[in-house]
């Protein structure tokens, strides 16, 4: 009989950097059923998935489009996480940076571009900062955990807007709970005419353009990575391990402040209570799926928008519900997850 | 009637030969001390013996039947017992849920299991609580649970792995007696020890292991602590010249009165006072366990002590920082590499960690300048790696090859050196204990603790043993005798080492 057993042996170092790419073809294997079970032709609905948003200009466009807050929380929870931070709350913070666009969107009247755009960014980044300050100071003050408090937090600032929306700040003249129109002024203008891509791009590639330079080019970079990669070594080291992480956790709520304050100010232009819908929890996915490195996260959120404009072609095109889109996200990130275990062992004859 | 008989056991750990055809014999109703150094092999002839190893060769047999010994499932089955120094109980089951575990058949009747564990307790004298949560015991609580557990399941012979490591002196007075009344009912109990005083005080045979060899097997009635220390230490005599007498020179490193608490609370560190002057190795010698890790932690600057003072020449660091404590001039060279390098991070980025504010120009980290003191301290410390390399991938010699390269480099005025070439093979060995001669020479202050004695006789000119996180006392390196560190090593105090080895020759 043929016995086998599973022994510890790490894949080779190329092989890593492989398993974000091997990890797609593996989900849409494992999806094949689900997209059969809805009644759909799974290639046709992995053309659509993939290929179809790619074909046309328009399309290509809503890519980006979609991809701009994707790329700054996937930023954000990896500046986060390469310090060993846990920073589940994006989410959260991109409301933040959503609620201070608004305000800011509400009190500049008649504000100059030249003015409005600087504070608008400034202000989401700064928002991001406040609601990430909370559990990071319980982190490094009281060793609170973090994935408890950011994840707790996101669904408290829901609240706050929903508050918000239906109180104080609803617009009276719309249906629906939402803020009223922030001022021209505050408006990120389009990178390109008569499409929905907007300045918020452009301050995403610059994001991960200083990410990168900040991670991997300076001192502060090096030491979170250390902190990251090994707390005890960095202590030993003289690192101050717990300014470090404040540092990594501030930063990181900036950033996806950021998301926020770009689908206010570029997308909806108010506030209304689905503007995230769960983009910070991507971010995670990203961030992950990206290997941390910001490179990586830049390309993982191009794909992770790619696949949420895809799946809505997709669910029209072949009738299937939109949440098989979420589903696909999902069992991608389990399986990229799983190749990250997997490669520490191999399985050999006994 | 033999119990236990294990004959010819040959384990093999890679190139390390673990137990090297040991021969091992338990009578019923005795007290059995398994007495060695750290990596005698002690632990793992009693792992084989609970089915936790298999061993490459060898014969066991239990009341004369040969059995094999698969798994703790079949030592169990055939009466086997092991309490290891980490517990598996369930903390939030009672005391009498926990015996009854795994035993139990499918109904449980809480009163009568309670009732069962009362008895069983007061059968063998074991004090045990049983509708008390086992989260709220103490250690040494615990521990007596373990016990009964294993006699629950039927043990005739129970193995205990360092059982007073991690006990107060009250907690192993109430041990001893238990132990006392097993042995009255007749079981047979292996009692794993370094503690010479231990071992004469509850045992019947002591069997020595050293280097995975057989020493021997002796009486208690035939021996005594000096004779044991001899056999456990194993050398008759020993004489590495001190290259060269070392001038008096200024005190560099003075602790005083240090106290610290280590991991589970308890006081590791007893108002320790050490002075370490320029020119010279301070040797702490000790059995592991006793104080060095803490020491060594404190003087890193990786734990807080709870009281006392250390200072570098003149300058208080008490409770510095890492950072801080590299500042004032303190290359440290940790126990344990594999924590305090970062193995996903490469040779040149691990071996500027701790400066990398000198190798920051106009905010950006000065790359050119990183992989040059790479190139330079790994041709000067003969690491074999590139800058580029992760450490992970170095071998344990060229890691600590890394650390001392990072820390050295620096020429500290005071170097703490913690179990520097364990696990070493011998030339990476030669060439650490060489670095830190050459350190002595320089005119540092060298603290070197470790648990091999040949290291210390081999290096310090001084040697300071601990025991139970105090000091027994200091010898000057030339005058010490086997017996004598051997003695100190199990908790002789310098005074009274006249007394006791009068006693010994007796």
């Not at chain 1, 590639?205 to 005890?232: F, N």
């Not at chain 1, 696909?328 to 190749?339: E, I, K, R, Y």
């Amino acid at each position: 009989m043929l016995r086998l057993r599973l022994e510890r042996a790490p894949a080779p170092l190329w092989f890593r950097s492989l398993i974000p790419v091997i990890a797609v073809p593996v989900t849409f294997l494992l999806t094949t059923i689900l997209i059969l079970w809805a009644g759909a032709d799974p290639l046709r609905a992995y053309y659509e998935f993939l290929i179809k948003p790619l074909a046309s200009r328009v399309s290509l466009i809503e890519v980006l489009v979609k991809s701009t807050p994707l790329l700054l929380t996937g930023a954000s929870v990896a500046f986060a996480f390469s310090a060993g931070y846990w920073n589940i709350g994006a989410e959260g913070q991109l409301y933040a940076g959503a609620i201070a666009g608004a305000w800011l969107g509400m009190v500049l009247k008649d504000v100059s571009p030249v003015i409005g755009i600087p504070l608008m960014i400034a202000g989401g980044f700064l928002a991001g900062v406040l609601w990430a300050l909370g559990p990071a100071l319980l982190k490094v003050r009281l060793n609170v955990d973090e994935v408890v408090t950011t994840l707790l937090l996101n669904s408290v600032i829901v609240f706050l807007v929903s508050y918000l929306l239906n109180g104080p700040w609803r617009d009276p003249v719309s249906m629906w709970p939402q803020s009223a129109t922030i001022a021209d002024g505050t408006v990120f203008f389009k990178l390109i005419p008569r499409s929905r891509l907007h300045l918020g791009f452009l301050v995403a590639l610059v994001a991960i353009g200083v990410e990168w330079y900040v991670l991997k080019r300076t001192a502060l970079g090096l030491r979170m990575r250390a902190v990251g990669l090994g707390k005890d070594a960095a202590r030993f080291a003289g690192i101050n391990v717990n300014r470090t992480m404040l540092t990594a956790a501030l930063v990181s709520g900036g950033i996806a402040g950021l998301a926020g304050v770009g689908e206010v100010a570029g997308i909806h232009f108010h506030l209304i209570e689905s503007i995230s819908d769960g983009l910070g929890y991507s971010g995670i996915i990203i961030a992950t799926l990206g290997g941390l490195h910001p490179f990586g996260v830049g390309l993982a959120a191009l794909f992770i928008g790619l696949i949420d404009t895809g799946a809505q072609t997709v669910s029209q095109a072949l009738n299937v519900p939109v949440y098989l889109g979420t589903v696909v996200q999902a069992a991608l990130l389990l399986v990229t997850l799983s190749l990250f275990v997997l490669q520490n062992y191999r399985i050999r004859r006994a | 009637m033999l119990a236990i008989q294990m004959q010819g056991i040959v384990k093999r750990f890679g190139s390390l030969l673990a137990n090297d055809h040991v021969h091992f014999e338990l009578a019923e109703g005795e007290i059995h001390a398994l007495l060695g150094e750290n990596g005698a092999g002690k632990t793992t002839l009693m792992r084989i013996l609970y089915g936790l190893y298999r061993p490459d060769e060898g014969e066991i047999r239990v009341k004369g039947q040969s059995v094999v010994i698969r798994s703790p499932k079949d030592a169990i089955q055939a009466g086997i017992g092991m309490v290891t120094q980490h517990f598996t109980l369930v903390p939030t089951l009672t005391v009498a849920e926990n015996v009854v575990l795994g035993g139990a058949g499918a109904l449980l009747d809480p009163r009568r299991m309670q009732a069962d564990v009362r008895a069983a307790s007061q059968r063998y004298g074991i004090p045990v609580k049983p509708d008390a949560l086992v989260r709220q015991l103490s250690v040494g609580e615990q521990q007596r649970v373990e016990i009964l557990k294993a006699l629950a399941r039927n043990a005739r012979v129970l193995i205990l792995d360092e059982p007073t490591a991690v006990l107060v002196p009250q907690e192993v007075e109430v041990l001893f007696e238990a132990l006392n009344r097993l042995r009255k009912e007749g079981l047979s109990v292996i009692f794993i020890s370094h503690k010479l005083y231990e071992v004469m005080a509850v045992c019947d045979r002591i069997t020595v292991l050293r280097d995975g060899r057989l020493v021997g097997t002796v009486e208690k009635s035939a021996t005594n602590q000096t004779d044991l220390a001899r056999m456990m230490v194993g050398r008759e005599s020993f004489g590495v010249a001190r290259q060269g007498e070392r001038a008096q020179g200024e005190v560099l490193l003075r602790i005083e009165n240090l106290s610290a608490r280590g991991k589970k609370g308890l006081t590791a560190l007893d108002n320790i006072s050490l002075e370490v002057q320029a020119g010279e190795i301070l040797g702490i010698a000790g059995v592991s366990g006793n104080g060095q890790s803490e020491l060594s932690q404190v003087l890193e600057g990786m734990l807080k002590p709870s009281s006392g003072k250390v200072s570098v020449g003149g300058k208080d660091v008490t409770a510095a920082s890492p950072g801080a404590l590299a500042e004032a001039g303190v290359g440290r060279i940790p126990e344990d590499r594999h924590a305090s390098v970062v193995a996903e991070l490469s040779v040149a980025e691990n071996l500027v960690l701790d400066q990398l504010e000198a190798f920051t120009r106009g905010g950006s980290l000065d790359r050119a300048a990183i992989r040059k003191n790479a190139e330079k301290l790994i041709g000067e410390y003969q690491i074999k790696a590139g800058p580029d390399d992760h450490t992970r991938t170095l071998s344990g010699g060229n890691m600590q090859k890394v650390l001392l390269a990072r820390s050295l480099s620096r020429s500290p005025r005071v170097v703490i050196a913690a179990e520097p070439t364990r696990g070493l093979d011998v030339g990476a060995t030669d060439y650490v204990r060489a670095r830190l001669l050459e350190q002595r020479s320089r005119g540092a202050a060298v603290l070197l603790i470790s648990e091999d004695l040949d290291e210390i006789l081999a290096l310090a000119d001084r040697i300071a043993v601990i025991y139970e996180g105090r000091i027994m006392g200091v010898l000057g390196a030339r005058d010490a005798t086997v017996e004598q560190l051997g003695l100190m090593m199990s908790g002789t105090p310098l005074e009274r080492l006249a007394e006791t080895m009068e006693a010994g020759h007796a």
